[in-house]
């Protein structure tokens, strides 16, 4: 690869984003974050150059938000449901707008995303593997990637 050649990856890459233990933490770190993202963007791909909007960020300003309990792939378990059930009672009594949502053709997008993780049929997991003791969790998929 010649100098300043554009290396691109192809991957599921992870999200980062912060934590605190309040908005106005959040709203520090996203506005330190998004003050310059135009020269980010140019300096990474990924980035969206979307600078930071005071008019966006009004607190009191309400909000249309979608929710759902079942994804028609993993089924919920009680605490998840009950979980979700309060938060869209406490964002209802704050005065936003809940509406339940479907995720759309979440079992066509899953289909995907397995095909893409597992293009290389497991030949880098079983390389990396190799003389360790595979743990019950994932000794199905360590089986499936041995069968030709």
């Known amino acids: 690869m010649g100098s300043g ?32 993202s135009k020269k980010m963007a140019a300096l990474d791909w990924r980035v969206a150059p979307l600078n930071w909007s005071e008019e966006k960020f009004k607190p009191g300003r309400k909000l249309k ?3 759902y309990f079942e994804d028609g792939i ?15 009672e406490l964002l209802k009594a704050d ?6 949502w479907s995720p759309p053709n979440l079992e ?20 990396t593997m190799k003389d360790e003791v595979i743990d019950q969790a994932i000794e199905v998929n360590a089986m499936n990637f041995k069968t030709p």
């Open 5 to 36: 050649a554009l290396i691109v990856r192809t991957g599921l890459y992870s999200v980062a984003g912060f934590m605190s233990s309040s908005v106005a933490g959040l709203e520090v770190g996203m506005k330190a974050l998004l003050q310059e």
């Open 65 to 67: 938000i979608g929710y």
């Open 74 to 88: 993993f089924p919920p378990t009680p605490g998840i449901v009950r979980g979700v059930k309060e938060v869209v």
């Open 95 to 100: 005065g936003h707008e809940v509406v339940p």
């Open 108 to 127: 066509g997008l899953f289909e995907v995303y397995t095909n893409f993780l597992l293009a290389d049929k497991g030949y880098f997991f079983l390389k």
